[in-house]
Structure formats: structure tokens, C-alpha cells
């Protein structure tokens, strides 16, 4: 009985984490998108060339 408490415990953890990290990310791409729209031409012409270099740089890994 002692053991389905840990993990019930550990389950609960694990998706309390990964709730954290979703919840994180969503309000990372919130923050891109409104600063997207706020940017100046160059400024997004730089943001997408980033973005480029870096897909490639992990695609290639």
C-alpha cells in the first residue's frame, strides 16, 4: 500500500514538471510572438535568420 502512495507521489511530481515546463514555454512563444509583432522590419529579418541558423545547426546534430 506503501509503495502505490510513492508512486502516486512521484507521478504527481513528474507532471507537475512537465505542467512547469509547458506552461514555460507557452508564455516563451507568447512573449516571441508579441515582440514579433512589435519589431521593425530588420529586427525580424535578424530574428528569422537566427531561427534558420539555429534549425540547421540542430538538424545537423
Given at each position: 500500500?506503501?509503495s502505490?502512495?510513492?508512486r502516486?507521489?512521484?507521478?504527481?511530481?513528474?507532471?507537475t514538471k512537465?505542467?512547469?515546463?509547458?506552461v514555460?514555454?507557452?508564455?516563451?512563444?507568447?512573449?516571441?510572438?508579441?515582440?514579433?509583432k512589435?519589431a521593425?522590419?530588420?529586427?525580424?529579418a535578424q530574428?528569422?535568420?537566427?531561427?534558420?541558423c539555429?534549425?540547421?545547426?540542430t538538424?545537423?546534430?
Amino acid at each position: 500500500m506503501q509503495s502505490l502512495g510513492i508512486r502516486y507521489l512521484h507521478a504527481t511530481e513528474t507532471l507537475t514538471k512537465r505542467l512547469s515546463v509547458l506552461v514555460a514555454l507557452s508564455y516563451l512563444r507568447y512573449s516571441l510572438l508579441v515582440l514579433e509583432k512589435q519589431a521593425k522590419p530588420y529586427e525580424k529579418a535578424q530574428a528569422l535568420t537566427l531561427t534558420l541558423c539555429k534549425n540547421t545547426y540542430t538538424k545537423s546534430i
